[in-house]
């Protein structure tokens, strides 16, 4: 016998206090995560000596002025500090130092970064369907604008949810905030799925893991087929939160031309400016012009062959028949090579309307990715074990139950509810956003988080090593009006960041992954880190903003799409003197030094980057063209910079490393480069690249 559940059953299951999935909702408001976090007394140091004490383990001193000035250049602008930067910091300046690096336009490029991981930045589809993202640099700019100009993590936050229904005092701040909605936009999408709405719940299912894991730091969607195994996330949140996406509009252009099975898939973008209303439109009409066209020329090419690919076998069986079975056949033949022969030159005519079109694009506004309000502004019905001819009862527009905020309304009746999600991710009721972020700068800045579990802080994640801290740290977030910049100066001024990374048998002993800050953990650098250090070494780094995209050399109507067999850009030509945060990022199509260094994946939220050390890295190191080319720049760099092979050795380690060659150091480099000759200098400059001091951080 089959049992079949009432839906308006399903959704009391659904719903229930004590779902049956995992910890109930009442139990989760006494999770330590979804806890508001409480303030603190003491400052970051003596909280962190609290637990040294407990543990009886003893501290480092201060690290030495030639390590810290690199450590503090590398974590707040990805750069090296030049030899005269190096050579003029003092302790006694740490201050002012740190101010100078916070206001360089290189922090942004840095931290700005950082945030790009956890929003799956990509300037392509990626997936069975590599469509270019041609306008996601605006977000990309964005985001590195909004960390130089330190604007507030909340604001931000709202921005990126919602900052289309966001009020704004003129045109720029408009323009902002529309390309800030390109959060929602970005992710992979399967072009490929023809059943639109199979289509829609998996973007939808994509931008709530990405907005639960970059803000949250929870897995909303485990709760899409059921009620959430170990959080308090029952299915029917899921849905309320599925509701307001399903009432937006994500908005990431055209691609897929001329596959009518995919039509659905086609949206538009934001116009920017003050010409957007002007040129917007004609600029629509002809991609839709152009989209009709073309799906019309792979109708009739498809139909040609349709026809064409009968008749080798029809010729065939011709020499097998004869009589009038014979006669029949080949009037059919001469039949069907009349109907190829008129699909040709129907085929003919729309393959020059198309390719016309393509050459003669209307002045177009700028544009940007970014999401908009839908016409019909709908609740989601639960989709029972997440299929969509599986539907339960309609879920309300809302938001996780186990975050209960008053002061937070419920979307309003013929809106989406994107502002009252966004004011709910950034209240300072919710007890996660501060902290994961926190937790989130504290990580880059040690190499080991708080929370080890950087984008899980529910049931299964780990607890914190230092709560008292985090939530030190976290409520002096928000006292601060959500300031990285004060956030980041506070924690680099600290004794604990300050310390040396020499180890201590006794401690090692004790604490061997310095869970308790005994010492400043070494850190390798990342992949961008890396290639720029070399470009800074060499002297090819352009330190400035590209005023030409990359992607700009190529036509967005003739190269939409990156196909596999034939691309038109490959990974290897992807290169540039500007530094690597300006580099595109095609999903499937990374620069080496990027898959082998331990680049965010595109393709989800990254919270926190693998690290390895492998043989293909060092192998790259010795035998990358590009690396070499480097290596031979930076023997040019030394040699016409000084006549003594002393001083241009003296000059090769203050530009690596920050200090001197030792005596040792200086003898075995003065033997190598004795011929004089330039290929012996690069082979040095080259090994130099390549060794641990150069890509850990001290």
Not at 48 to 59: F, I
Not at 317 to 326: D, M
Not at 580 to 604: D, H, K, M, Q
Request: charged share 25%.
């Amino acid at each position: 016998m089959t049992w079949q559940v009432p839906l308006g059953v399903v959704f009391v299951l659904a719903t229930s206090f004590a779902h049956a999935g995992g910890m109930s909702i009442e139990e989760g408001r006494k999770l330590w995560s979804l806890i508001p976090p409480k303030a603190m007394q003491d400052d970051l140091d003596s909280l962190v000596s609290v637990k040294l004490a407990e543990q009886k383990l003893t501290p480092n001193g201060a690290a030495d002025p030639r390590s810290l000035v690199r450590r503090l250049y590398f974590d707040l602008t990805g750069l090296p500090p030049s030899p005269e930067e190096a050579a003029a910091f003092e302790m006694k300046n740490i201050e002012r130092v740190v101010d100078q690096l916070l206001a360089s336009k290189h922090f942004g490029e840095r931290w700005g970064r950082h945030w790009l991981d956890a929003a799956r930045y990509a300037d392509s589809n990626g997936r069975d369907r590599n469509v270019i993202f041609y306008h996601a640099w605006r977000y990309r700019d964005y985001v590195i604008d909004s960390f130089n100009a330190d604007k507030p993590y909340d604001q931000f936050i709202r921005e990126q949810i919602a900052g289309d229904l966001m009020a704004s005092k003129h045109q720029a701040q408009r323009d902002e905030m529309l390309t800030a909605t390109g959060f929602l936009a970005l992710g992979a999408k399967s072009y490929e799925e023809s059943k639109p709405e199979i289509f829609r719940m998996d973007v939808i299912d994509e931008q709530i893991e990405t907005i639960s894991r970059s803000v949250l730091g929870l897995s909303v969607a485990c709760a899409r087929c059921h009620d959430h195994k170990f959080d308090p996330i029952p299915t029917a949140d899921y849905y309320a939160l599925a509701g307001i996406l399903r009432s937006t509009q994500p908005l990431y252009g055209y691609g897929t031309r001329g596959i009518k099975a995919t039509a659905f898939h086609h949206t538009e973008w934001h116009a920017l400016g003050d010409e957007a209303k002007k040129l917007a439109p004609a600029a629509l009409e002809y991609f839709h012009k152009l989209d009709a066209e073309t799906l019309a020329m792979h109708e009739a090419r498809s139909a040609r062959y349709g026809v064409s690919k009968r008749i080798p076998e029809m010729k065939r069986r011709l020499g097998e028949v004869s009589g009038a079975e014979k006669d029949k056949l080949a009037a059919e033949i001469a039949e069907m090579e009349a109907k190829v022969a008129d699909w040709n030159v129907k085929v003919d005519v729309l393959e020059k309307s198309v390719e016309a079109m393509k050459d003669a694009a209307p002045p177009q506004p700028a544009w940007a990715m970014g999401a908009r309000e839908r016409e019909k502004i709908e609740n989601s019905r639960i989709h029972i074990r997440g299929e969509i001819t599986n539907l339960g009862d309609a879920v309300p527009r809302g938001f996780l139950q186990v975050i209960a905020i008053k002061a937070v309304s419920a979307p309003a009746p013929k809106q989406s509810g994107r502002l009252e999600l966004a004011q709910w991710l950034t209240h300072r009721d919710n007890p996660l956003t501060a902290r994961v972020m926190v937790n989130r700068v504290w990580q880059k800045l040690f190499g080991r988080a708080l929370v080890t579990t950087v984008d899980d802080f529910g049931v299964s994640g780990a607890k914190p090593s230092h709560p008292e801290l985090l939530d030190h740290l976290a409520v002096r977030f928000m006292d601060g009006g959500w300031s990285v910049k004060r956030l980041i100066k506070e924690i680099v001024l600290s004794k604990t960041y300050r310390r040396s990374s020499d180890a201590s048998d006794q401690s090692d002993k004790s604490d061997p992954d310095n869970i308790y800050l005994w010492r400043m953990t070494p850190r390798m650098i990342e992949a961008e880190v890396l290639r720029d250090s070399m470009l800074a070494l060499s002297g090819q780094l352009d330190p400035y903003p590209p005023q030409r995209q990359f992607l700009d050399q190529f036509n967005p109507q003739r190269e939409a799409e990156l196909h596999t067999f034939k691309p038109f850009l490959t990974a290897s030509a992807i290169v540039s003197t500007h530094r690597s945060v300006y580099l595109p990022v095609i999903r499937g199509t990374l620069p080496e030094i990027f898959t082998l260094f331990n680049f965010a994946a595109p393709e989800r939220p990254v919270a926190q980057r693998d690290e390895s050390i492998l043989p293909a890295q060092s192998l790259y190191l010795m035998n990358n063209p590009w690396v070499i080319e480097q290596a031979r720049h930076t023997a040019k760099r030394l040699l016409s910079g000084s006549s003594d092979d002393r001083e241009r050795i003296q000059r090769l380690y203050a530009l690596a490393f920050a200090r001197a060659p030792t005596s040792e150091e200086m003898q075995r480099a003065l033997r190598f480069v004795s011929n004089g000759q330039e290929t012996a200098w690069a082979t040095l400059c080259q090994t130099v690249m390549a060794s641990a001091e150069f890509r850990i951080l001290p």
